[in-house]
């Protein structure tokens, strides 16, 4: 049976990309697991999420070079715990599920612990991004055997194996970039089901909101698959 949560109470930093996510931290925050601290990374947000964030007790990272990558490695140079995980700070997955992932990694000895993204309900995860997502995710099954069916929006691993992959990807090629060098590194993966929700009211996702973003990051995707 899979641990609930790890044996001790182990520091791991959360690290959540944002740009004018302001009206999504309050709820994002307000399900910190004890043992977690969240490094927000503002990512050039004009809404004041960086003002949101410090009011509700995060720490905050400014990276002004715009891209998902950029952000994620920002928080993850200025994380100094033994642990690190990743998530969307736009409250479609709660920070709740957090202690699975970290107790797979902590107690029972997985490289990474990944959500694998469960709808709640109809149009939450529209087509073209579900099938972008399930195109790559069964090519890197087929061609590296490592066993993922989403590409890890929510993860959790030790940050020192994280840096030692020297991901170079500062856009929204990041987590495919990751997948494939994980793979290389033999890393081994869990993937846990986590609930997959409406995001917060007045925010807008910069990759499944509209076709073109969705082909933006599917461009990016490309660059790492020549």
Not at 24 to 47: E, K, T
Request: one cysteine or more; a neutral charge.
């Amino acid at each position: 049976m899979e641990s609930e949560c790890p044996s001790e109470v182990t520091t791991c930093d959360i690290v959540i990309p944002c740009r004018d996510e302001a009206a999504a931290l309050p709820l994002v925050l307000a399900h910190v697991p004890p043992g977690f601290a969240p490094i927000v990374v503002d990512n050039g947000s004009s809404d004041g999420t960086a003002d949101v964030a410090r009011s509700l007790g995060a720490r905050v990272v400014d990276e002004p070079v715009a891209g998902y990558g950029a952000a994620v490695h920002a928080g993850v140079l200025a994380s100094t715990a033994e642990y690190v995980a990743v998530v969307d700070g736009d409250d479609s997955m709660t920070l709740a599920d957090l202690p699975r992932l970290l107790a797979a990694v902590h107690d029972d000895g997985v490289t990474m612990a990944v959500g694998r993204r469960r709808p709640v309900a109809r149009g939450v995860w529209p087509w073209h991004a579900r099938a972008g997502t399930l195109l790559l995710a069964t090519w890197i099954r087929r061609s590296s055997g490592f066993g993922i069916h989403d590409l890890a929006p929510m993860r959790v691993c030790r940050r020192a194996d994280l840096l030692a992959l020297d991901l170079q990807d500062r856009r929204f090629g990041y987590p495919l970039e990751l997948m494939l060098k994980a793979s290389e590194a033999g890393w081994t993966v869990r993937e846990l089901d986590i609930d997959y929700r409406p995001r917060a009211a007045g925010t807008r996702s910069k990759v499944s909101g509209s076709v073109r973003g969705t082909v933006r990051v599917t461009r990016d995707f490309a660059k790492q698959l020549r």
